[in-house]
């Protein structure tokens, strides 16, 4: 599975990014996509994810901001940024979950700077 993440950038804040992650497996095998997020100093965490049927699940830090949306016919998540903080400063990873034993594969990270 080959994951290509896209859509970083320098915004200020309050301002909106949208990024978006295309994997190349067969759509059927595909069980959760999500973004996890990783700042300078510190663990990587969870922000969003969805799982085939499209149930979501988002940190609380992000609840309200963010918005997680799957194209199963185009292997594709997406993740809707709006009211962003300093604090949403960090690189940005796809990551998904696929076949029988729910193999784990990451995307290469995109990097996400807020300016205060």
């Known amino acids: 599975v080959q994951l290509q993440a896209s859509g970083g950038g320098l915004v200020q804040a309050g301002g909106s990014l949208r990024l978006s992650c295309a994997a190349s497996?067969?759509?059927?095998?595909?069980?959760?996509m999500g973004w996890w997020r990783q700042a300078p100093g510190k663990e990587r965490e969870l922000v969003a994810d969805?799982?085939?049927?499209?149930?979501?699940n988002y940190a609380d830090s992000v609840k309200g901001r963010f918005t997680i949306s799957r194209d199963n016919a185009k292997n594709t998540v997406h993740l809707q940024m709006n009211g962003l903080k300093p604090d949403d400063t960090a690189v940005y990873y796809c990551?998904?979950?696929?076949?029988?034993?729910?193999?784990?594969?990451w995307g290469q990270g995109t990097q996400v700077t807020v300016s205060s």
């Open positions: 990551k998904v979950e696929v076949g029988s034993r729910w193999l784990t594969y």
């Open positions: 497996r067969d759509v059927f095998s595909i069980h959760v």
């Open positions: 969805i799982t085939t049927g499209g149930a979501a």
